[in-house]
Antibody
Framework: QVQLVESGGGVVQTGRSLRLSCAAS????????MHWVRQAPGKGLEWVAF????????YYADSVKGRFTISRDNSNNTLYLQLNGLRAEDTAVYYC????????????WGQGTLVTVSS | DIVLTQSPDSLAVSLGERATFNCKSSQSVLYTSVNRNCLAWYQQKPGQPPKLLISWASTRESGVPDRFSGSGSGTDFTLTITSLQAEDVAVYYC?????????FGQGTKLEIK
């Protein structure tokens, strides 16, 4: 069965960095595009970033462009999100999610990892 | 970016009754080459990640009870729960995948009356 397990969250000061990981299993990771979606406390879902199956294409939300970097290691079935220049408004649960093969609806989600940015 | 507006923001329905959620898109999400609407619905229960219920506006995912149904086309979509069960208490989100970036509605919170 498909499993996505995020890690790397924690409490960090404003301006610092963090790297999130998402370990994937139960499907052929190297053939699927992957997304990061976040959810601030008590708020709705916000798409953050996407990377194609082969890493050639990546897209970011305007709110994180230039600060966050998505990457993947297909040999280790892992997706990453590097968070730099963190701000208070980046405080959220970060989910990794698998897209359907050809379309960007998200058929499997991880449990999420909480990032708290404090001053 | 395509903006999705859900209504109402919250909904209280009695057990066994019908619950209806609306999602309006700022532009059509009908992908004409495949004649399908690029609109999904997700359910998020407290403390859990979202779960995909419906894709292509009306295609139920495997294992989703048939009391959940989706309808609509173009810019206006509806998710219906025909006979509300206690376990359906959640926030429901629509999402468009017609164009990048994919975007979500703000969600509708469902409670038991």
């Amino acid at each position: 069965q498909v499993q996505l397990v995020e890690s790397g969250g924690g409490v960090v000061q404003t301006g610092r960095s963090l790297r999130l990981s998402c370990a994937a299993s139960g499907f052929t990771f190297r053939t699927y595009g992957m997304h990061w979606v976040r959810q601030a406390p008590g708020k709705g879902l916000e798409w953050v970033a996407f990377m194609s199956y082969d890493g050639r294409n990546k897209y970011y939300a305007d709110s994180v462009k230039g600060r966050f970097t998505i990457s993947r290691d297909n040999s280790n079935n892992t997706l990453y999100l590097q968070l730099n220049g963190l701000r208070a408004e980046d405080t959220a649960v970060y989910y990794c999610a698998k897209r359907e093969y050809n379309w960007n609806y998200l058929d499997y989600w991880g449990q999420g990892t909480l990032v708290t940015v404090s001053s | 970016d395509i903006v999705l507006t859900q209504s109402p923001d919250s909904l209280a329905v009695s057990l066994g009754e019908r619950a209806t959620f609306n999602c309006k898109s700022s532009q059509s999400v009908l992908y004409t080459s495949v004649n399908r609407n690029c609109l999904a619905w997700y359910q998020q229960k407290p403390g859990q990640p979202p779960k995909l219920l419906i894709s292509w506006a009306s295609t139920r995912e495997s294992g989703v009870p048939d009391r959940f149904s989706g309808s609509g086309s173009g810019t206006d979509f509806t998710l219906t729960i025909t006979s509300l069960q206690a376990e359906d208490v959640a926030v429901y989100y629509c999402q468009q995948y017609y164009s990048d970036p994919c975007t979500f509605g703000q969600g509708t919170k469902l409670e038991i009356k």
